[in-house]
């Protein structure tokens, strides 16, 4: 009896010790765009690979040179840069825009790389890639005289 006497009084005392604890949370913060970017100033970059050999369409020769600038707004916050093309890839080709002529893209590379259409590459605005371009064709194909165009947008953003 003792023993139920004493294992009582201490279920009373520590129900004493056992309280609910409660907190209000309050949370708060500011939402922000990331700065804006330009390339060339809003401006087109052209790239104009002249007269070229049908026979020399080998996604080797003829390669050119992308010269683009990026200007982004200044910020305090550590936004990631990236880079984008868009544009309709050719079937054969996920790194080549298609251009006017079936068979014909125009192949985009980075730093010596396949740049993906479509598809974001982190970057630094302090060092930003080398972008060439070069004309590639269906393999197996065999192209045609004439006049030919091909179109994408390089887009810089802050994430």
């Known amino acids: 009896m003792r023993f139920k006497q004493r294992f009582a009084l201490l279920t009373v005392f520590m129900l004493g010790f056992c309280t609910n604890a409660m907190g209000n949370l309050t949370f708060s913060g500011t939402l922000v765009e990331p700065p804006p970017c330009t390339i060339n100033s809003g401006s087109t970059i052209a790239v104009d690979f002249g007269d070229i050999s049908v026979k020399s369409v ?7 040179g992308l010269n683009y600038t990026i200007t ?12 984008m093309l868009t544009g309709t890839a050719t079937s054969f080709d996920s790194s080549a825009v298609q251009s006017s002529v079936p068979d014909l893209g125009i192949k985009v ?38 006049d030919f165009t091909a179109t994408a947008v390089l887009l810089a953003f802050y994430e």
């Not at 080998?58 to 050119?64: C, E, Q, W």
């Not at 982004?72 to 880079?83: E, R």
């Open 72 to 83: 982004c707004t200044s910020s305090t916050l550590p936004w990631g840069l990236n880079l």
């Open 109 to 146: 590379l980075r730093n010596n790389l396949a740049f993906v259409l479509n598809t974001k590459l982190s970057i630094s605005l302090s060092s930003p890639p080398v972008l060439e371009v070069v004309p590639v064709k269906r393999s197996g194909s065999t192209l045609s005289e004439g």
């Open 58 to 64: 080998d996604g080797v020769k003829n390669r050119k």
